[in-house]
């Protein structure tokens, strides 16, 4: 095997679990009777059918780890250190499932995290070094991890992306629908909604750094990937880091790198690390192939 389709095997491995066959849960996206929340041409599926969304999941994450009580939940009860790879598996057919599936295959993939979610308690000290009780389905907790998720996606698409059809408020109000699946309430729909939300966490000191943060954001920064993954993935962090806004990235003990004073071109490696897994890949996924065929089917393309 050449040192390409090795690259092209331990990506497809990282990202679906198996190197040589598709997700047996993708061919399903060509299955159902309607032609799903979003369409060829909408925002989800441009700024999902890119591959900054990989920036945007290491970023999402990152942020992710801020908020003590969604911090405790993957702690306490998630197998991300055991086994970082299966979340990650898991968590790209939800994604990909709302985006390209049909409405009750969205609905379905959902109610399926939810339930996951009903076993997710305990207890934690929040921002203000009170302990409270938490549960990965409560409204604030729901409210948080959506805004982040939408933030990290966004910010990484309008960095190593192009342009979104309709722009940015249409991406933030198209996945608001993911939001109302998942039972967040009132989630924002405009950009700028979106990021004053983001702050009000930040300014009334909801969000805190300690070492279960630090443990998090080290597991992140140098996940047990194949040795020929590694240097791709630790430019796909800098960008990830780089896409932060600044009282974040100072929160989370992060820099841009940097050579003395002068700043590494973050923006340039990532662009071509992203334009090399474009191409091991192939320029279309099979999710949005599998979706395409259903709305043939049904007349909508």
């Known amino acids: 095997m050449g040192m390409f389709s090795a690259l092209q095997a331990e990506l497809k491995r990282t990202f679906t679990g198996s190197a040589d066959a598709v997700p047996d849960w ?132 309008k960095a190593f992306g192009s342009r979104i059809p309709g722009g940015p408020d249409a991406y933030v109000r198209e996945w608001a629908q993911a939001g109302r699946l998942m039972g967040v309430q009132d989630p924002p729909e405009t950009e700028s909604q979106m990021r004053a939300a983001l702050d009000r966490w930040y300014d009334a000191g909801e969000l805190r750094y300690d070492d279960r943060v630090a443990e998090t954001v080290a597991f992140i920064r140098n996940p047990p990937l194949h040795p020929m993954l590694r240097p791709g993935y630790r430019v796909l962090f800098a960008a990830a880091v780089a896409t932060l806004d600044p009282k974040y990235r100072t929160m989370l003990r992060l820099r841009t790198p940097r050579v003395g004073f002068l700043r590494l071109p973050v923006v340039s490696a990532t662009k071509v690390t992203l334009r090399l897994i474009r191409t091991a890949l192939g320029r279309t996924g099979p999710s949005e192939l599998a979706a395409r065929s259903r709305l043939q089917r049904l007349g909508l393309l």
């Open 26 to 157: 993708v061919p399903r996206l060509a299955e159902g009777n309607d032609g799903g929340h979003f369409r060829p041409g909408s925002a989800a599926w441009a700024v999902h059918g890119s591959m900054s969304t990989i920036v945007a999941g290491i970023r999402a994450l990152l942020m992710q780890t801020l908020h003590p009580g969604a911090l405790a939940g993957v702690y306490d009860h998630s197998r991300f250190q055991d086994d970082p790879l299966g979340r990650l598996a898991g968590t790209i057919r939800w994604i990909f499932t709302v985006t390209y599936g049909s409405k009750d295959a969205a609905r379905d993939a959902s109610n399926w995290v939810l339930r996951l979610h009903e076993k997710v308690v305990g207890r934690f000290v929040d921002g203000h070094g009170n302990e409270r009780d938490y549960a990965a389905n409560d409204p604030d907790l729901l409210h948080w991890v959506h805004i982040a998720f939408t933030d990290a996606f966004l910010s990484s698409y």
